[in-house]
């Protein structure tokens, strides 16, 4: 397979796309007088031909780096495998914009489809990409499979280390609060938080508690640490790990509380050795912050003004 066609696809069909979305917001503004009923269709065109040339580039990669010995990473590069969830996620999301709107702005009424799309989306799109592109393919030979060795022992560990990692993350999310407040920053409230004040609880407990610990921790820890491990060494697959993990989040005030906690979930998970231990851990730190946000939003327990 050639190399050209992947990046001639991506570079391409990026620029159709964002200048069909740029153009759209100066016709808006009258500041470009352009028949308007062609850029959704150019954006969109963009869109299929950007991820087209991701996916080749992901198939060309495998088939390059299959002569490479098992212990060596034989999947595509982590950049290209979390821009395919990326544009997943963006595709499954697109039609459901003003709920995206209600969730992250506040503004507008949220529809119960809306919602479970976006917030079970990337989670899915996380396990398919991993699956397709890395777990299929055997990119990553030689990683014992789920339940993994002594599961039991992994999810007990996973439970105590998540505890100690709730109360350490919270403590430096105040603190960066507080810094924030200092400033004259106070941070606005997140997603996350507008979609435990708002949704019904089932749907966050799904959600945030069970499939994003799991998808991410398969990911992140599954793919991504141990493909950087095998390629760039311990320091690379553990700061490059907790690095992209802090980054998906889309959180500026939640960025060091969650990149400390990517570092101790690979720090938990090549301990162990098994992955069920971080997704143990990751399950633990959000549960306990749903639990504790609901238990605020049904008036069961008060903070302090």
Same mark, same amino acid.
Not at 94 to 122: C, K
Not at 178 to 186: F, K, N, S, V
Not at 232 to 240: D, K, P, S, V
């Given at each position: +397979?050639?190399?050209?066609?992947?990046?001639?696809?991506?570079?391409?069909?990026?620029?159709?796309?964002?200048?069909?979305?740029?153009?759209?917001?100066?016709?808006?503004?009258?500041?470009?007088?352009?028949?308007?009923?062609?850029?959704?269709?150019?954006?969109?065109?963009?869109?299929?031909?950007?991820?087209?040339?991701?996916?080749?580039?992901?198939?060309?990669?495998?088939?390059?780096?299959?002569?490479?010995?098992?212990?060596?990473?034989?999947?595509?590069?982590?950049?290209?495998?979390?821009?395919?969830?990326?544009?997943?996620?963006?595709?499954?999301?697109?039609? %459901?914009?003003?709920?995206?709107?209600?969730?992250?702005?506040?503004?507008?009424?949220?529809?119960?489809?809306?919602?479970?799309?976006?917030?079970?989306? +990337?989670?899915?799109?996380?396990?398919?990409?991993?699956?397709?592109?890395?777990?299929?393919? @055997?990119?990553?030979?030689?990683?014992?499979?789920?339940?993994?060795?002594?599961?039991?022992?992994?999810?007990?560990?996973?439970?105590?280390?998540?505890?100690?990692?709730?109360?350490?993350?919270?403590?430096?999310?105040?603190?960066?609060?507080?810094?924030?407040?200092?400033?004259?920053?106070?941070?606005?409230?997140?997603?996350?938080?507008?979609?435990?004040?708002?949704?019904?609880?089932?749907?966050?407990?799904?959600?945030?508690?069970?499939?994003?610990?799991?998808?991410?921790?398969? %990911? %992140? @820890?599954?793919?991504?640490?141990?493909?950087?491990?095998?390629?760039?060494?311990?320091?690379?697959? %553990?700061?490059?790990?907790?690095?992209?993990?802090?980054?998906?989040?889309?959180?500026?005030?939640?960025?060091?509380?969650?990149?400390?906690?990517?570092?101790?979930?690979?720090?938990?998970?090549?301990?162990?050795?098994?992955?069920?231990?971080?997704?143990? +851990?990751?399950?633990?730190?959000?549960?306990?912050?749903?639990?504790?946000?609901?238990?605020?939003?049904?008036?069961?327990?008060?903070?302090?003004?």
């Amino acid at each position: +397979m050639p190399r050209w066609p992947g990046p001639l696809l991506i570079t391409g069909g990026a620029l159709l796309a964002i200048g069909a979305l740029v153009a759209g917001s100066l016709a808006l503004s009258g500041q470009l007088q352009v028949d308007r009923s062609i850029l959704a269709p150019l954006a969109l065109i963009g869109a299929f031909a950007f991820a087209a040339g991701l996916v080749y580039s992901a198939i060309r990669q495998i088939r390059v780096r299959s002569f490479l010995p098992p212990e060596r990473y034989r999947g595509p590069s982590v950049l290209i495998l979390l821009s395919l969830v990326l544009v997943l996620t963006s595709v499954a999301n697109a039609p %459901f914009g003003a709920d995206a709107a209600a969730l992250l702005f506040g503004d507008g009424e949220l529809t119960l489809l809306g919602a479970t799309v976006i917030l079970v989306s +990337m989670g899915l799109a996380l396990l398919l990409v991993s699956w397709l592109f890395v777990h299929r393919p @055997r990119a990553l030979a030689g990683l014992p499979s789920l339940p993994g060795p002594h599961p039991a022992a992994a999810i007990r560990a996973g439970v105590g280390w998540g505890v100690l990692a709730w109360l350490g993350s919270t403590l430096v999310l105040i603190a960066v609060v507080w810094l924030l407040e200092r400033i004259g920053q106070p941070p606005e409230p997140e997603a996350a938080e507008r979609a435990i004040a708002l949704l019904d609880p089932w749907l966050v407990v799904l959600a945030v508690v069970i499939l994003a610990p799991i998808a991410e921790e398969v %990911f %992140f @820890r599954g793919v991504v640490f141990n493909a950087w491990l095998r390629e760039g060494g311990r320091h690379w697959a %553990f700061g490059g790990s907790s690095a992209l993990f802090a980054v998906i989040h889309l959180s500026l005030v939640s960025l060091l509380p969650i990149f400390l906690l990517g570092l101790a979930l690979a720090w938990v998970y090549q301990r162990t050795g098994n992955l069920l231990a971080p997704i143990a +851990m990751h399950a633990t730190v959000n549960g306990i912050s749903v639990a504790f946000a609901l238990l605020v939003r049904f008036d069961i327990v008060r903070l302090p003004v």
